[in-house]
């Protein structure tokens, strides 16, 4: 109890005070003179830091430390390395001077050894390492500060060249394929790759006017194979989801009856086909158990465990959750192909591919058309048998995941030509 209070007075910085506590906690004499004499040699704002230090009160350390008198910058930089107190002090310290320049260099190389490259590169930048600053935004996706800097440094035009085509990488990785192949037509006068870039994001529309720009016919057919390959394989997409439409709400019709006659009591609750084997000895049941426990301890480990137990498995426990999520998942998917899909229509259609247009478009047509159709197949409310509120149901002892149906409705805008088909 004594000791507390002891701290709590030294952190009023009243040594006075704090002598008196100490006498009083039968602390040795030996424990807390020795350290309090010391402090009496310093001036009252290094003793500050000196006590919030002891206290390990490490950011009110470093602000007493920052407001010394005397030329203890050193130390300033020794102890926020210490305690990685970058952000605390670099905010003590006027931009563009001396001491500015050299915390945001320790705080940039710390920040570069961590991967976090842009926020590094940004900070090399602000204290003037405009190298240091290049070298770190080359690996991001930060591609117009990256060649600022180029042209700030008046790099040569192979130099730029080489950078552009490490920036177009990334963002490509990072599937922004627009600006990737920008910067490939733009900095690197490579026509060929940014058309095979923008294929690549079935952006037709942006690579036939790179070809049609560049003159570069000869590219216009090779992007209309990849095109007609690409309209191939959704189609098959969509009539897939198609096809899925209506297995699940035929499915989940039998589910829901199932679900009513476990709340009604008529089956065992625990009657699930995935919790039971006929294979399996519960010995080994358990032991699996076991090792699925173990391995939920992971991130990876509980998403598979989640993926699992969500699963769509005729009997499983939540499979009346895992059908409603899908459904949506297919209204989703339909919902953001939308635009992607017009647009593959219209180029198809102004290159004479009449027949791929119209397959395409009707395909998308019958799939959220089923899609609609049987949305309220898949949601609808629970109904009691009766109303009869004294009768006794039978409550799983785990509640079960609730899904949402999705709050729009999907449209399809038939293309004229196609309206009677």
Request: with cysteine.
């Amino acid at each position: 109890m004594y000791i507390y209070i002891y701290v709590y007075f030294l952190g009023t910085y009243d040594l006075d005070l704090v002598l008196l506590v100490a006498q009083c906690t039968q602390k040795d004499p030996k424990e807390y003179l020795l350290f309090l004499n010391k402090l009496k040699e310093y001036d009252d704002q290094y003793r500050k830091f000196k006590i919030d230090q002891h206290l390990g009160r490490h950011v009110e350390a470093i602000r007493a430390l920052i407001g010394c008198s005397g030329d203890r910058f050193a130390e300033v930089c020794e102890y926020m390395e210490k305690h990685s107190l970058y952000s605390t002090v670099i905010e003590n310290y006027k931009h563009g001077s001396p001491q500015f320049k050299t915390i945001a260099g320790l705080f940039a190389k710390t920040l570069q050894t961590q991967g976090k490259h842009e926020e590094a590169g940004i900070l090399y930048g602000q204290c003037g390492m405009l190298r240091e600053s290049l070298d770190c935004l080359r690996s991001t996706t930060r591609g117009s500060l990256a060649l600022s800097l180029a042209a700030q440094m008046s790099m040569s035009s192979d130099e730029v060249a080489v950078l552009a085509e490490q920036l177009a990488d990334n963002l490509r990785r990072d599937n922004d394929y627009r600006a990737a192949a920008r910067l490939y037509e733009t900095y690197c006068d490579n026509t060929d790759e940014a058309v095979e870039i923008l294929c690549e994001g079935s952006l037709f529309a942006d690579a036939l006017e790179i070809s049609q720009r560049r003159k570069r016919i000869d590219l216009v057919s090779s992007i209309m194979n990849t095109l007609k390959s690409k309209t191939t394989a959704m189609i098959t997409v969509l009539n897939e989801m198609t096809d899925n439409v209506k297995k699940y709400s035929d499915r989940i019709q039998v589910v829901r009856v199932r679900r009513q006659a476990i709340l009604d009591g008529d089956i065992d609750d625990m009657d699930h086909s995935d919790l039971y084997s006929d294979t399996t000895s519960m010995t080994a049941t358990s032991a699996a158990s076991s090792s699925s426990r173990r391995s939920a301890k992971s991130s990876k480990g509980r998403r598979k465990q989640e993926r699992k137990k969500y699963s769509m498995k005729e009997g499983s426990r939540y499979e009346y959750f895992a059908l409603q999520e899908a459904y949506k998942g297919i209204m989703l998917n339909l919902k953001d192909q939308s635009s992607q899909i017009r647009e593959m229509v219209n180029i198809l259609l102004l290159q004479g591919m009449r027949e791929e247009a119209k397959q395409l478009s009707l395909a998308e047509g019958a799939a959220i058309t089923a899609a609609n159709a049987h949305k309220d197949l898949i949601w609808v409310p629970n109904k009691p048998k009766n109303d009869d509120i004294d009768e006794e149901v039978n409550i799983p002892e785990e509640p079960e995941p609730v899904s949402y149906p999705p709050d729009y409705s999907l449209s399809y805008n038939c293309i004229q030509q196609f309206k009677d088909s």
